[in-house]
């Protein structure tokens, strides 16, 4: 992406994003270099300045975008990676529920009885995929996929996906990480809730 293009381009130390696009053969507009520019910013990888922040020298190294980057970096931090990686895998693509014809009021009181209570659209798709996990060490994937209105190629995309961001080194070595591990400042709600992690 855009983004992850003016990353590089800051981490090699070639000055402005939108002068040096402007260069290529077949240049950006400058609203989507800004556009992408200003994304950074919010995610604090960029500075008003337009330089690479400490945080975004992290994320310049990782083959995936910024702002799946930021969730695994946060997500070792607060020792719940496992889920964050399933999160991340899964953005970008369809949703594995399928919706038949005349069954939608199924499928909603799977994805109620599977959300445990958490209003979270993301705590669904975690404890789905987790089932479904589990169901294919025992052998019943098909009937799983077939009684929760899963989509099996979903899944499995969803899961080579999974294994690709869990064999970063941000993610390899990351069990034991703490918001001090990292040469960037962590906010400090994010500081607060590794803290009763930790407790």
């Given at each position: 992406?855009l983004n992850e293009v003016v990353l590089k381009i800051k981490?090699?130390?070639?000055?402005?994003?939108?002068?040096?696009?402007?260069?290529?053969?077949?240049?950006?507009?400058?609203?989507?270099?800004?556009?992408?520019?200003?994304?950074?910013?919010?995610?604090?990888?960029?500075?008003?300045?337009?330089?690479?922040?400490?945080?975004?020298?992290?994320?310049?190294?990782?083959?995936?975008?910024?702002?799946?980057?930021?969730?695994?970096?946060?997500?070792?931090?607060?020792?719940?990676?496992?889920?964050?990686?399933?999160?991340?895998?899964?953005?970008?693509?369809?949703?594995?529920?399928?919706?038949?014809?005349?069954?939608?009021?199924?499928?909603?009181?799977?994805?109620?009885?599977?959300?445990?209570?958490?209003?979270?659209?993301?705590?669904?798709?975690?404890?789905?995929?987790?089932?479904?996990?589990?169901?294919?060490?025992?052998?019943?994937?098909?009937?799983?996929?077939?009684?929760?209105?899963?989509?099996?190629?979903?899944?499995?995309?969803?899961?080579?996906?999974?294994?690709?961001?869990?064999?970063?080194?941000?993610?390899?070595?990351?069990?034991?990480?703490?918001?001090?591990?990292?040469?960037?400042?962590?906010?400090?709600?994010?500081?607060?809730?590794?803290?009763?992690?930790?407790?």
């Amino acid at each position: 992406s855009l983004n992850e293009v003016v990353l590089k381009i800051k981490a090699l130390k070639q000055g402005k994003a939108e002068p040096f696009l402007a260069r290529a053969m077949n240049p950006p507009s400058p609203f989507a270099v800004r556009r992408a520019i200003v994304s950074l910013q919010q995610l604090t990888a960029l500075d008003e300045m337009e330089e690479l922040t400490p945080l975004g020298a992290h994320l310049a190294h990782l083959p995936v975008e910024p702002h799946i980057g930021k969730m695994i970096l946060f997500g070792a931090m607060l020792s719940c990676l496992d889920p964050v990686l399933t999160i991340a895998a899964s953005l970008g693509f369809k949703e594995p529920f399928q919706y038949p014809l005349n069954r939608q009021r199924e499928v909603d009181r799977i994805r109620e009885r599977l959300s445990y209570g958490e209003e979270s659209d993301h705590a669904v798709l975690v404890n789905a995929f987790k089932g479904w996990e589990e169901s294919l060490a025992m052998g019943n994937e098909h009937r799983y996929c077939r009684d929760h209105f899963l989509s099996r190629s979903t899944l499995k995309v969803s899961f080579s996906t999974n294994v690709f961001f869990s064999s970063l080194p941000s993610a390899h070595s990351s069990r034991s990480l703490s918001p001090h591990s990292f040469s960037f400042p962590v906010p400090l709600h994010v500081r607060l809730s590794f803290t009763l992690v930790v407790i």
